[in-house]
């Protein structure tokens, strides 16, 4: 938090104001995004207004979950592209709050893989496009482990040497498909009595964990805080930059397909150019930025083709065959059943 | 038409207190009484079911672990905060404001940036392990770090100043014949303090315990950063509601409950200090 001499900084902020919102009424198309920080390239805008002529800002959620309660609260105005996750994704939709896509409007999709367009939480991209792809696995520190982990149950259930150095995500979703896929469920699974074993198989993890981490994971692994964590790929990708030592494997009970997509918001009053964004990012070039930089896989060939092969070689999992990527199960929107992961989520975390 | 020059002062506090005070705590607790919508935001139907929640096991198990977590902490920081605020007192006058000053020092700097700096001690790679090691300690680093230990010790950090400000002040005020009356009547040191000095300044232990317990009972970021997300305290409970979970109007019912526990407490202290000020004549009979 910025801490100002308020009083006098009070002008000052008020002139910005103004100018802000004169600057504001100058332009037509002026597009409201809203992303996670560090998602797209820092310059991406103004790339995007010297191709199309179309300004834009990029407003920073930090959670999914955040910028859901301001479309929800506002009816999505405000906004004209938001990047969320793919069970969100959904969730707009269905709320009616997600405009379809005008696939003649956005050429550059025919450079997804075609597996790209045929997910099971969007079949023909008809109100989202994916952004980035990927798996959550573990991610572990392959000299300070006796044996390579290969089973949900290596974190969960640790060897005494182990315990006390694990991580698991703290995002509801994720926390509860490492119990899920331990226990052979799909990671939409919503009935009570297979929820009740998944809570249980958690809760028992819980007393063997070091924290639960949803950001700075990789760094624990690099100090040796941590030997074995749960970790999305792209992230486990950070410590692997920074020790060689560091692996990443996808367990034998298999892995959830994450997706963060783009969607364009029914309350939009510039469609034409929120679809010409969405263009714009699927542009090879500017996708591969994506993969380069934050290290996630994205659902664009043409994209993933022009990477460099060092790439692949320091970050192995960014070569993951696309067809052995989309064997895995998206999560999706499970409706009234999120009250009950919610629910279960605060029970394993007030657990002692 | 002419207003007095009291009220005309008081407009502005006022204005503060109804504006940012009242009026936000009535939307809290208006919002409590409806119902969540399926995706989050709030369905406008009356409902008390987000109550009967908030004492549902689960839920009042978080409230009362919190008030376990913040109990313990009190404890630790007014015994600290006392003895401290006594040797203060105890020093010569000119002295006094420098020590203080340093006791308050900490509060210059950010709260996240006084939190991080115990993840930077405590961790197992960190400060403490380092100076075992550099003493000559081999075995495995202790798990210091993640631990309710550590959530309490960043409790007791970083609310302690409070506690040392609070019982300085009364202390600072108390007069020392009293005390030299007590012991010219043949009280030991012992019962001149439990029965004069601690009595006198029991206002301010009462009011420096009450700062620390309502400010640690809602606090959401130490446990968060020390805790490692392992202890579920009833400021991350609400912030969940409204960040993750999207449950809106049960956040508004936890949130009610916790401003009603601290208000609660506040009054007991103000009347408990209240009474405590009108009978601090110099003798008591009682005592």
Redesign the interface.
């Known amino acids: 938090m910025k801490n100002t001499n308020s009083r006098r900084a009070a002008p000052a902020i008020l002139l910005g104001l103004t100018l802000a919102a004169l600057a504001s009424t100058a332009s037509a198309a002026n597009l409201v995004i809203s992303n996670w920080d560090g998602y797209m390239a820092p310059d991406a805008m103004e790339a995007f207004k010297a191709a199309t002529g179309n300004t834009g800002e990029v407003v920073k959620h930090a959670t999914n979950e955040e910028i859901m309660g301001k479309l929800i609260a506002s009816g999505g105005k405000g906004y004209d592209v938001v990047f969320v996750s793919s069970p969100f994704a959904e969730v707009l939709n269905k709320m009616g709050l997600a405009e379809t896509i005008d696939a003649s409007k956005i050429p550059n999709l025919a450079n997804l893989y075609p597996e790209a367009t045929k997910l099971a939480y969007d079949p023909g991209n008809t109100f989202s496009v994916p952004y980035t792809w990927g798996t959550t696995g573990l991610c572990y520190r392959s000299d300070l482990l006796k044996a390579e982990p290969t089973s949900w149950n290596d974190l969960l259930k640790p060897s005494d040497d182990v315990k006390g150095k694990t991580t698991m995500l703290a995002t509801d979703r994720w926390l509860l498909a490492a119990g899920q896929l331990a226990d052979g469920f799909s990671v939409n699974e919503t009935d009570p009595a297979k929820m009740e074993q998944v809570k249980n198989t958690l809760i028992d993890a819980k007393k063997t964990l070091l924290a639960y981490d949803d950001t700075t994971f990789y760094s624990k692994l690099v100090s040796g805080e941590a030997v074995l964590v749960q970790a999305w790929d792209g992230w486990c990708n950070y410590g692997i930059g920074e020790n060689a030592d560091i692996k990443y494997v996808i367990p034998k009970e298999g892995s959830d397909l994450w997706l963060d997509t783009m969607v364009v918001l029914k309350a939009s009053e510039n469609k034409d150019a929120a679809f010409e964004f969405i263009n714009f990012m699927l542009d090879a070039k500017n996708h591969a930025w994506a993969a380069e930089n934050i290290l996630y896989k994205v659902p664009n060939k043409a994209a993933m083709d022009s990477l460099p092969a060092e790439l692949s070689t320091t970050y192995p999992n960014m070569a993951m065959p696309v067809d052995e990527l989309t064997k895995y199960e998206v999560l999706r929107d499970v409706g009234e059943a999120q009250r009950e992961y919610s629910r279960i989520v605060s029970e394993i975390k007030a657990a002692q | 038409m002419t207003t007095s020059r009291p009220t005309l002062l008081m407009m502005p506090a006022l204005a503060w207190l109804i504006g940012l005070m009242v009026v936000p705590c009535g939307l809290v607790l208006a919002l409590a009484f409806f119902q969540?919508?399926?995706?989050?935001?709030v369905d406008y139907t009356f409902t008390l079911e987000n109550f009967a929640k908030v004492v549902d096991p689960?839920?009042a198990?978080?409230f009362l672990?919190s008030a376990r977590i913040a109990g313990t902490a009190t404890l630790i920081a007014v015994v600290i905060g006392y003895a401290a605020a006594y040797a203060i007192a105890s020093c010569r006058r000119s002295l006094q404001p420098v020590l203080l000053f340093f006791a308050v020092l900490p509060f210059w700097s950010?709260y996240?940036i006084r939190t991080y700096a115990w993840i930077v001690l405590l961790?197992?790679?960190g400060l403490v392990t380092q100076m075992l090691r550099w003493f000559g300690y081999t075995g495995e680093p202790p798990?210091m770090?993640?631990t309710e230990g550590a959530v309490i010790a960043g409790l007791v950090y970083n609310y302690l100043p409070f506690v040392i400000l609070a019982c300085y002040a009364p202390l600072s005020r108390l007069n020392p014949e009293l005390a030299e009356a007590s012991r010219d009547l043949g009280g030991s040191a012992f019962t001149t303090f439990r029965r004069i000095i601690l009595p006198l300044t029991m206002p301010g232990i009462a009011a420096g315990a009450v700062f620390v317990f309502v400010l640690s009972i809602g606090n959401f970021v130490t446990p968060a950063l020390l805790?490692?997300?392992?202890f579920?305290m009833i400021g991350?409970?609400v912030y969940?509601q409204?960040?993750?979970?999207?449950?809106?109007p049960f956040g508004a019912a936890l949130a009610a409950a916790l401003i009603a526990i601290m208000m609660l407490l506040l009054l007991v202290q103000g009347y408990a200090s209240d009474r405590a000020s009108t009978r601090s004549a110099p003798v008591r009979e009682d005592a």
């Open positions: 969540r919508g399926i995706y989050g935001g689960l839920y198990g978080i672990n950010n996240l961790n197992r790679e798990s770090l993640y805790g490692g997300g392992r579920q991350n409970l969940d409204f960040l993750t979970a999207n449950d809106w």
